[in-house]
């Protein structure tokens, strides 16, 4: 079956930092979604990517879509405080939108 | 104002009860799901509903039942409680079409 696997699982970064937490699916995925959840909250929605090479970008945080639909990047600039949290993708590959989590990526940010 | 509700928030319970939680979304969606979240944070779907039909079913023991009475909420019923299930139980709702789903805040269950 489908898994979309994520990495790395944790990241510690110092504030003002960059990082990229990495996602990649066995099969190729209709889209590719990624959702933010605080610690004690719930996974917020962040972005839907459905083109193959897309790259789309939310102030500080960029997302791309591989060319084979098979994989997914989230890069975040200059980390503050804010960004902490655990980062998920989820890819869908199917009508309904069952979405297959990654495990998440945990991000600790240092001040 | 709360799009996406679940009640209760906590639940601690014994090995062997029977609970359930319910979830209520205001935001006119025909799609809702329950997603099981570990201690190690992994998010799995359980269930999902349409227009209260049953549409996705995993690999869930048969003591987890699901009902949806109409398209704005979705209840888990979960038999025998086992220590394994102890877990954060999350709803979700989408409109079909549409790209956002929307977590509700969680059901933390503990069973002792």
């Known amino acids: 079956g489908q898994q979309v696997m994520q990495i790395p699982q944790y990241q510690h970064v110092q504030e003002g930092e960059d990082f990229t937490t990495y996602c990649n699916s066995s099969t190729t995925l209709s889209n590719i979604q990624w959702y933010k959840q605080r610690p004690g909250g719930h996974p917020v929605f962040l972005i839907q990517l459905v083109k193959s090479g897309e790259v789309k970008k939310q102030k500080r945080l960029t997302f791309q879509f591989g060319e084979a639909k098979k994989n997914s990047s989230l890069h975040i600039t200059a980390t503050q405080t804010t960004d902490v949290g655990t980062y998920f993708c989820?890819?869908?590959?199917?009508?309904?939108?069952?979405?297959?989590f990654g495990a998440g990526t945990q991000v600790v940010v240092t001040p | 104002d709360t799009a996406v509700s679940q009640t209760p928030k906590y639940l601690v319970t014994q090995m062997g009860n029977d609970k359930s939680i319910k979830c209520e979304q205001n935001?006119?969606?025909?799609?809702m799901y329950w997603y099981k979240q570990d201690s190690k944070k992994f998010l799995k779907i359980m269930f999902s509903?349409?227009?209260?039909?049953?549409?996705i079913n995993e690999t869930v023991p048969n003591r987890f039942s699901p009902k949806s009475p109409d398209k704005a909420h979705l209840n888990l019923h979960i038999n025998s409680l086992e220590l394994g299930d102890s877990a954060v139980y999350f709803c979700a709702s989408i409109l079909t079409g549409g790209e956002t789903q929307y977590f509700g805040p969680g059901t933390r269950l503990l069973v002792l």
């Open positions: 509903y349409n227009n209260k039909e049953l549409i």
């Open positions: 989820a890819g869908t590959t199917d009508s309904w939108g069952k979405l297959q």
């Open positions: 935001l006119g969606h025909d799609t």
